[in-house]
């Protein structure tokens, strides 16, 4: 039995987390102030995707990652500086807006043209992988949209493991409510699995990987296309920055007895 | 007018939970403030009758579902296909659910069958001069929008706990079963089971009254030189238990689990709440040995009343983001609350 996937990780980029964002209304509607400024990460949750999709291919021989990504070229150019060094993949660049106020359906579209051109991708082994949801719109939708446009009806979401059995169907243990697992086993590709956090620490910097990596990431990129995402019956009414700042009493230099009495009292309502 | 869906699903027991009586508390509420539109209850489930009674007064126009043994388990391609059947059969321009793990999943895939479009974790719904507006947060909780679209279908899946659960009586309704057999591709995938995080002890409670968050400061070298993991977990595992928390802990920490450090074994990334975790509700939250950096404090958007301990006083929590800061050893400050804790079991 041929145990190889096709896997192909959907992977936007977002601001920095450490960042402050505030939003803007432009004349295409809202976006980020500075966002073209702003230091860029690739999305947590879909980093995630990619770590677990190269430990997977490193298992199987015959795998091969992609990662496709829309994104301002510019910034994705200067977020693969990093990633290309923690884990080998071809990149498949798309060049558009990457910011939250986008349309799942939109992105969706554009994404699945992309992977349907990837030369040599065997449909029949795939694994659409990606984060579960964004760390921009947090929708969780593009990536049943773009499997169902890819016609795969196996889909996952707030995946934290999968295991290849012996027979080549797949385990796999999703979020759900409570703190708990759903476990799940699937006949075998094609499926789509978007990662909570998986179970893999995040890769060390290899350098000689990401030489190897650029030469691939670099024509790729200059390959783009342009991606329109006008998303025109989609219309903002507001968009703002929440208004919640407390007024914080800081108690200092008293005792933890009284403190914890404070606090066991409040918790007692 | 709308014609308006409400999709659930049902438990194991046929009956619903908490998450769609919100859902129908949201639909009701939308379907009056709409003004002449009919509204009506999707069911998709093993057993759909109990749910019917449950829901007999709520209003809605009529009853439909789908029902069989396939369609009792939370898998994609059964629920899909269902909620996709159930839209086609009223002409739903509006859908609502409830943004349960379940109908989570199946959702988006839905919107693609049906040419919708769709906005989910979904925390307010108003109308305003004819048009509904759905309110919902960008951005990990930090930026908050209100949106409107012209497209129908529209699926709007509603953020649990963001509305009051209907609470009115049961009664007698019937049910349309709308007929739906499912293709081998549709049961590629079965459902094994469901199991706990293997932490010896179920620690996250989405229903308890305070939220308890462990952050990385509790692996620390103390005042003594030395760490104390073994003592931070029985008191952090004590706590949780006799306040009856939900435990959460910030991303460092378990992060430091992943790169096989010595820490505390009961925390997983289900645990985590944050940018890259979990945004709980809960009316009470306390933060202890955690600095209250934004990609964490983000998770704590929907918490009620928030209290920080934390040794350093020019933390996050200090700069707006706390109700009280705490300035103290989170490990005293514990030892004696569990003491006063247990003083109050012994009385």
């Known amino acids: 039995m041929n145990l190889s996937f096709h896997i192909v990780v959907c992977a936007g980029i977002v601001p920095d987390p450490l960042q402050t964002l505030e939003p803007v209304i432009g004349d295409s509607g809202p976006a980020l102030k500075n966002e073209m400024l702003l230091p860029a990460v690739l999305d947590p949750w879909a980093a995630h995707a990619l770590y677990e999709a190269a430990h997977l291919a490193r298992g199987h021989a015959g795998s091969k990652v992609w990662l496709v990504s829309l994104s301002p070229r ?55 992988f990606g984060g579960w949801e964004s760390a921009a719109r947090g929708a969780g939708t593009t990536l049943a949209m773009v499997g169902e446009r ?5 889909q996952f979401q707030g995946v934290d493991e999968l295991r290849v059995e012996p027979d080549g169907s797949l385990r796999i243990l999703e979020r759900v409510e409570g703190g708990r697992h759903q476990i799940s086993r699937c006949a075998g590709p094609p499926a789509v699995l978007g990662w909570a956090t998986g179970s893999l620490a995040e890769p060390p910097n290899q350098p000689q990987l990401g030489m190897q990596n650029m030469r691939t990431i670099l024509p790729a990129l ?48 | 007018m709308e014609q308006v869906l409400l999709l659930l699903t049902t438990g194991e027991n046929g009956s619903i939970g ?17 003004g002449g539109s009919v509204w009506t209850v999707g069911l998709i489930g093993g057993t759909i009758s109990p749910a019917a009674e449950q ?41 609502l659910a409830p943004g349960s793990s379940r109908l989570m999943r199946a959702l988006g895939g839905v919107a693609q069958r049906l040419g919708a479009r769709i906005d989910t974790h979904v925390v307010g719904l108003r109308v305003q001069d004819g048009a509904i507006q759905a309110d919902r947060w960008y951005y990990r909780q930090r930026i908050e929008a209100t949106l409107t679209r012209a497209h129908r279908p529209w699926i709007l899946a509603l953020d649990p706990g963001s509305f009051p659960p209907w609470d009115g009586a049961p009664g007698t309704a019937s049910v349309k079963r709308v007929p739906l057999e499912l293709g081998p591709e549709a049961q590629r995938t079965d459902v094994v089971g ?15 009254e305070l939220l308890f968050v462990a952050g990385a400061g509790w692996t620390k070298k103390q005042p003594d030189g030395k760490t104390h993991v073994e003592e931070a977990a029985h008191l952090i595992l004590e706590f949780v238990r006799k306040t009856k928390a939900s435990l959460g802990s910030s991303k460092s920490l378990v992060d430091l689990a992943g790169e096989g450090q010595a820490v505390l074994p009961f925390l997983t990334h289900l645990h985590q709440v944050g940018q890259t975790g979990a945004t709980p509700r809960h009316p009470k939250g306390l933060a202890t040995c955690c600095h209250g950096e934004e990609p964490h404090v983000v998770g704590w958007r929907f918490i009620g009343e928030r209290r920080a301990i934390n040794l350093d006083a020019n933390c996050g929590w200090a700069r707006g983001k706390a109700d009280v800061l705490y300035v103290a050893d989170a490990f005293e400050v514990l030892r004696a609350a569990l003491r006063l804790l247990e003083g109050n079991e012994h009385r």
Do not use: H
């Open chain 2, 18 to 34: 908490k998450a769609e009586r919100e859902a129908v508390t949201a639909t009701r509420n939308l379907v009056c403030a709409l």
């Open chain 2, 194 to 208: 469901l199991q706990a995080v293997d932490t010896g002890e179920q620690t996250i409670r989405p229903e308890a």
């Open chain 2, 55 to 95: 829901l007999a007064g709520c209003g809605a126009a009529g009853f439909v579902g789908v029902e069989g043994k396939e369609f009792a388990v939370s898998r994609y391609a059964s629920d899909a296909a269902a909620a996709e059947a159930l839209c086609r059969a009223i002409g739903a321009g509006l859908v």
């Open chain 1, 150 to 154: 890819l016609g795969i009806f196996d």
């Open chain 1, 74 to 128: 510019a910034k994705l150019q200067q977020v693969m500086m990093t990633v290309a060094q923690k884990a080998p993949f071809e990149l498949v660049a798309l060049d558009g807006p990457a910011g939250g106020f986008t349309d799942s359906a939109e992105v969706a579209g554009a994404l699945a043209a992309a992977i349907e051109a990837i030369p040599g991708l065997d449909r029949s082994r795939l694994l659409l």
């Open chain 1, 222 to 269: 200059q390959r783009a296309q342009s991606v329109a995402l006008p998303a025109a019956e989609l219309r903002f009414v507001r968009v703002a920055l929440p208004s919640q700042q407390r007024q914080t009493r800081i108690v200092r230099d008293v005792a933890a007895e009284e403190v914890a009495r404070e606090i066991v009292d409040w918790i007692r309502g």
